[in-house]
């Protein structure tokens, strides 16, 4: 992962605290805890309680190149990130854990883009480069075991990025 990315992550991590997204997630949970974050970056531990978030970047592609004023050479790049919902039924909640995965899904477009009536709450602030746009392009659910349920979300977050030469 390049320092543009970690960048990207670090933003995407940061708006995610700055959100209600951490609260909705451990309300499910079945017993409170310090010790786990809803969002984790690539993997999960193995203790995670549920429902949990594995977001992972799964392609980055250069779609223009540019000098700046200042004779820096920037970017502009669009990244793929997936956010990975994970569900199971909870004691007491009627849900199913795809309709679990759903609501929370929904949650997470809430803040960064892609829900029909809420305009996206997030805001993206890169440390090196700035961020033009993010565009919601997928999400569905996929049954990851006998309980479980995975809801991928897939988004496009366009960047402006410098490059050192």
Wanted: glycine share 6%.
């Amino acid at each position: 992962m390049t320092v543009g990315m970690a960048d990207l992550h670090k933003a995407i991590t940061s708006a995610w605290d700055a959100s209600t997204l951490e609260v909705t997630f451990n309300a499910l949970w079945s017993a409170a805890s310090t010790e786990f974050f809803a969002l984790n970056d690539q993997d999960a531990p193995g203790n995670q309680p549920f429902p949990y978030v594995v977001m992972d970047q799964t392609n980055s592609n250069t779609i223009d190149r540019m000098s700046s004023c200042d004779n820096r050479i920037r970017e502009v790049r669009d990244v793929e990130v997936r956010f990975n919902i994970f569900a199971r039924e909870i004691d007491g909640d009627s849900r199913s854990s795809k309709a679990i995965a759903a609501y929370l899904a929904e949650e997470i477009m809430k803040v960064f883009g892609g829900h029909p009536t809420t305009n996206p709450t997030g805001t993206i602030t890169l440390d090196n480069g700035n961020h033009l746009i993010t565009t919601y392009q997928n999400g569905f659910g996929i049954k990851a075991d006998e309980d479980i349920c995975q809801w991928v979300l897939v988004y496009i977050f366009r960047l402006d990025v410098p490059v050192a030469v």
